[in-house]
């Protein structure tokens, strides 16, 4: 199995931007689709983005135009940029397989997103 952490994270003021990074201790193209997910207090979890091993991305509509996945399969790591950055996309933040969702037996750390004035 692939284990992911997350990190990049941190607070941000609305409209700026953070990068945020998934190390994999294995081939991440061991997975059909990696994913970004996030998950607000008291809100479920959502799939945010996903990238298959083709380069094809998803995203949700609301960070659709704002945020972008990509990978790099010889580091095992995958990034999600985050741009203008809104109140509303705080959460933390998680990578794993796109196409479980939920049923993914095994999460990271995560890492907080904080975007406030």
């Known amino acids: 199995q692939v284990r992911l952490v997350e990190s990049g994270g941190g607070w941000v003021q609305p409209g700026g931007s953070l990068r945020l990074s998934c190390a994999a201790s294995g081939s991440i193209t061991s997975i059909d689709r990696m994913g970004w997910y996030r998950q607000a207090p008291g809100k479920q979890r959502e799939l945010v983005a996903g990238i298959d091993n083709y380069g094809t991305t998803t995203y949700v509509r609301s960070v659709k135009g704002r945020f972008t996945i990509s990978r790099d399969n010889a580091k095992n790591t995958v990034y999600l940029q985050l741009n203008r950055l809104r109140p509303e996309d705080t959460a933390v933040y998680y990578c794993?397989?796109?196409?479980?969702?939920?049923?993914?037996?095994?999460w990271g750390p995560g890492t907080q997103v904080t975007v406030s004035s």
């Open positions: 794993n397989d796109a196409s479980l969702g939920n049923a993914n037996p095994y």
